[in-house]
């Protein structure tokens, strides 16, 4: 491995020999302590959008409530992303431990995983886990319950509002913004939702401290990132990585020696080009990534690459806004007519001026993000567009 | 109540102070700046999909739905930059781009939020690809009172919120996701196998086309040419005070006279008025509930169905049927005012004229959907033929007026014929919650004490129903006449709904055993039928209040007030009828209905 693509084993290192040993060095500490902590190690958000972690925890903490609830999101629904699968397989203790920390953090008494309706397989795992967890709670005098809520394979439901409408029983669509889930989350209670690896990366700053874990990365980018490389690569599979190295140096360690692009953080990410892997940081401070890295190499075509994402994104919109419900399927048809030959290559521009207005009217992130992909590989590779 | 924060912000360089909490909408309309709307209604919660009042704000990428943001202090809004009216453009073309924009041949056509969008917009020459022709919309044009065409549907969910919120019934709901969502019913069934009561509501609030009423306009207008028919129209109490709106009138006008006189010119042969059987069903009401407690206090009959509610609000009687079937046997048993009088239009009525009933077509003008399909109902053919032939809502009348060239606002008062055009206060009030338990009231008291009801100018304020509210009142009934002896000292408990929500919340009380009422009055929709599904577009809670007004300053305006005194009814029970709830009574007037399943 390079010098710059720097492996870390800081999530899926071992288990300590005592089970919960962290967290039961954790409930004795204070509430502003761990917030601290957090605060201090430059923890951000390990779904994508990138908010730090301290913030929300502190926002849900000081809001006046009867009831909070942790809620760990393992919808992991991002083509091109399969890592959170990979920590609940290797090492769900860990994510529990963040929420229970969480947990004692905001003062909930109850925590949730939504978990992906494709990931029934984990189930058993997982619930043997929570009995091991319970009699450890127990033992420890934390009154922190964990529950899995099931999915049923909506990329929508990954988006947190979403995700509480759909445990709350009823159809998962995205809720209007303010109030945020800090305020306003699970039965309107005020709700931490965090991503299954900002769990596991909260237990180890707890472990190791805070000035260990922002040795890792860059200034706006603390720490190590699972990352699911896939595509053109002879190294398929999950990789956990220093934040922060430039695009150039990863495709040089993952990729085939022919990369013609990488698509960055999944079909709701950014297409970088060959030329512009130098200068493309991976992280806050360049491209953020929840973890998907998609190689491509000269054999593809990115009018393919692109039409299937619009693809996705047409049938997984939730459907209730007017920009993404029918902004995507003018999007996919759209492309496909200039294609043919039925509308001029100007009309690429109109789309561009569609994809943008999504981006800044759309009700959520999913229909925000479709501009990612689409402006980014129509820009890049017009060419392909056409002919 | 809480001292509210005053939160100060700017919108276009103007400084709105607007209290906390308040919308950016609604802020913008405080400064007279007006956001394009969609999906949002006053009447209904917020949904922010469809994204058309996006506004910019300073420091912010992106836009954001001003129907669904709290203003924040210090916030500089920005309603008119080149970013807000390029995306508002293109909402507006990606809305046409699914939607079936065959104006001409939509019932919608003038009458469009969208199309007047599209106008404002200068669309012109389409942005966008035309997505109509790949998708498979179906039109639901099964039901005789609501049409349903989702080639039409711009997908707002304002129909879903208004069969939830306002009416608990759900029979709308969304399905699938993305291109494929859209707007359905329980497993696709058509309209008219599911919950659906008829009620409009959502025909009310649909911005486009794609919820309408079945319309009669041509049906009548051929009945009316035709020289072998004779055609009676009957007019409901909610239609005079709403009328005018259809017409370009104010809210709360009241246009009896005119719209007796546009009917004449319209070319019926005889313009009666429901409210004639308003103040029938009064009587026969009124002796059921009479008879219904004597059951229950002197022959301690336990069988009797109490508490008795009102049967005159076709959705109601449809939302029981599914949803509170057990409690059929409480419903009174008379029929609505309407079909009451359908049934009179051809036997009394004819006997009467000299006609034959089988020439005579019967319309009657409602403010409402239901009433399409209670006229279609298999129990409304007492005369031997369907009573009602059909039913027009103010909305189609307004239609017909203007088809007709008529100018209406200066058209002189005329008076309803004779006979069945007779009527009072009583019946007027018929048109608002708690109009038809007053009306009872009025001459229930009277009858049992042989004095008027105890309330300053017959105005019983405590039933007068509050919108989105449930109203109990208990009126103690002393000083009997000897043959109501039963009754000395009872508290009448009665309770006052409008609403589905609020109907279903009652009947929950009473099956729960949580309530003792003797009498119940529900209609259907907010604020009763003065808010019904076919009055005209808009309607929102500021206008039904007005109309409010308009029902009981008719009410008092009226020489007769009480329905026992109306001459007519005295006429008919001499000539006809014979005595309440007797034989000719039980074949015409009244009814029973059909338990239904709720899916």
């Known amino acids: 491995m390079s010098e710059l693509v720097q492996r870390v084993d800081l999530i899926f290192g071992e288990y300590s020999d005592q089970k919960y040993k962290t967290l039961a060095e954790t409930v004795g500490r204070s509430n502003e302590d761990i917030i601290k902590d957090l605060l201090d190690s430059g923890l951000k958000g390990r779904g994508g959008a990138g908010f730090p972690t301290a913030l929300k925890w ?41 929420m229970a920390i969480c947990g004692k953090v905001i003062g909930a008494k109850r925590g949730f995983m939504y978990l992906r309706g494709e990931y029934k397989s984990l189930l058993p795992g997982l619930l043997k886990e929570i009995e091991i967890y319970d009699e450890t709670a127990k033992k420890l005098g934390i009154d922190f319950k964990i529950e899995i809520r099931m999915g049923s394979g909506a990329y929508i439901c990954g988006e947190e509002s979403a995700l509480f409408e759909s445990m709350e029983g009823k159809r998962g669509e995205p809720r209007n913004k303010p109030p945020y889930p800090t305020v306003s989350g699970f039965m309107n209670k005020p709700t931490v939702i965090n991503n299954v690896e900002t769990f596991v990366n909260v237990l180890m700053i707890c472990r190791i401290g805070p000035i260990q874990f922002r040795k890792l990365g860059t200034h706006d980018s603390r720490g190590s990132k699972v990352f699911s490389v896939s595509g053109d690569t002879p190294k398929a599979g999950i990789y956990e990585l220093e934040l922060g190295m430039p695009l150039a140096e990863f495709v040089e360690e993952f990729g085939d020696g022919d990369t013609k692009a990488v698509q960055v953080g999944g079909a709701s990410g950014f297409c970088v080009p060959r030329k512009k892997f130098k200068d493309t940081i991976i992280g806050f401070e360049g491209v953020p990534t929840g973890g998907s890295m998609m190689i491509f190499n000269s054999s593809r075509s990115m009018y393919n690459v692109l039409h299937n994402y619009l693809e996705f994104f047409e049938e997984e919109s939730c459907g209730q806004c007017t920009p993404c419900r ?25 789309l561009m001026k569609l994809s943008e207005t999504m981006k800044i009217t759309a009700k959520c992130g999913l229909g925000q993000s479709v501009a990612n992909s689409f402006s980014s590989i129509v820009s890049n590779f017009k060419e392909e567009m056409i002919y | ?219 009548v207008w051929d009945a009316i040419y035709d020289p072998t028919k004779h055609v009676v129209v009957q007019t409901a109490p909610a239609v005079r005070i709403a009328l005018g709106e259809s017409l370009g009138m104010n809210p709360g006008k009241i246009v009896t006279g005119k719209m007796v006189a546009a009917l004449k010119r319209l070319g019926f042969d005889s313009v009666l008025d429901t409210d004639f059987t308003a103040d029938l069903t009064i009587i026969e009401e009124g002796n059921e509930l009479l008879t219904r407690l004597k059951r229950a206090l002197v022959d301690k009959d336990k069988k009797v169905a109490l508490p008795m509610a009102t049967s005159c609000s076709p959705g109601w009687i449809k939302f029981i049927e599914h949803t509170f079937p057990e409690y059929l046997p409480n419903l009174s048993t008379c029929k609505s005012p309407q079909q009451m009088f359908g049934a009179l239009a051809k036997t009394y009525y004819a006997q009467k004229r000299g006609l034959d ?87 229930a008291y009277e009858l049992v004490t042989g004095r008027e009801v105890p309330f300053d100018g017959l105005n019983i304020t405590p039933v007068r129903g509050t919108e989105g509210e449930i109203r ?107 005595k309440p709830l007797g034989h000719k009574s039980h074949e015409l007037l009244h009814t029973h209905y059909t338990p239904r399943k709720r899916y």
């Open chain 1, 58 to 98: 502190k926002f849900t903490m000081e809001q006046p409530a009867d009831e909070r609830f942790v809620i760990c999101n393992a919808d992991e629904g991002e083509p091109g992303t399969f890592k959170d699968r990979e920590i609940l397989s290797k090492v769900p203790r860990k994510v529990f431990a963040g």
């Open chain 1, 326 to 350: 029918v902004g995507c399927q003018q999007l996919r048809k759209g492309i496909e007519a200039v294609k043919r030959g039925d509308k001029p290559v100007v009309y690429l521009e109109q």
């Open chain 2, 1 to 219: 109540m809480t001292k509210t924060k005053k939160i100060n912000i700017k919108i276009d360089g103007i400084n709105v102070s607007v209290e906390e909490g308040t919308t950016i909408l609604n802020a913008a309309l405080n400064a007279n700046i007006h956001i394009p709307t969609l999906c949002y209604h006053k009447d209904l919660c917020v949904a922010g999909n469809c994204r058309v009042c996006v506004v910019e704000l300073k420091g912010a990428k992106n836009l954001v739905a001003s129907c669904a943001m709290p203003v924040s202090e210090g916030m500089e809004v920005f309603t008119n930059t080149g970013k807000v009216r390029l995306a508002r453009k293109h909402i507006v073309e990606l809305l046409l781009s699914e939607h079936n924009a065959d104006c001409t041949k939509c019932y919608k056509n003038g009458n469009c939020e969208l199309q007047l969008l599209a106008s404002e917009m200068l669309t012109g020459e389409h942005m966008f690809l035309d997505l109509v022709p790949d998708q498979h919309y179906t039109i639901d044009m099964f039901n005789p009172a609501i049409i349903k065409d989702d080639s039409r549907c711009i997908r707002c969910q304002r129909c879903v919120r208004t069969c939830e919120e306002l009416q608990s019934v759900s029979a709308l709901g969304v399905a699938y996701k993305g291109d494929k969502m859209k707007i359905s019913t329980f497993f696709e069934h058509p309209m008219f196998e599911v919950v659906c009561t008829n009620c409009g509501q959502c025909v009310n609030r649909c911005p486009t086309g794609a919820l309408v009423e079945r319309n009669y306009v041509d049906e």
């Open chain 2, 357 to 443: 009933p089988k020439n005579i077509v019967s319309v009657s003008i409602m403010p409402c959907t239901a009433k399409k399909f209670e006229a279609n109902r298999p129990e409304m053919r007492s005369s031997g033929y369907q009573d009602v032939d059909y039913v027009l809502t103010t909305r189609e009348l307004g239609i017909m007026i203007k088809q007709a060239g008529l100018a209406f606002e200066s058209l002189p008062d005329e008076h309803f014929d004779s006979i069945m055009g007779e009527s009072t206060g009583a019946a007027v009030i018929f048109g608002s919650t708690g109009g038809v338990m007053e009306a009872a009231l009025r001459t």
């Open chain 2, 472 to 578: 109990e009142a208990a009126i103690k009934i002393t000083d009997v006449l000897p043959e109501w002896k039963f009754l000395e000292g009872v508290e009448l408990k009665c309770v006052v709904a409008n609403g589905l929500a609020n109907a279903k919340k009652v009947m929950q009380a009473v099956k729960d055993g949580k309530a003792d009422y003797h009498f119940i009055e529900i209609m259907a929709c907010p604020g009763g039928c003065l808010g019904g599904g076919g009055q005209p577009i808009p309607t929102d809670r500021e206008i039904r209040n007005k109309r409010k007004e308009a029902i009981y300053q008719e009410d008092k305006g009226m020489p007769i007030r009480k329905s026992h005194e109306n001459p007519e009814i005295k006429q008919i029970y001499a000539e006809f009828l014979e």
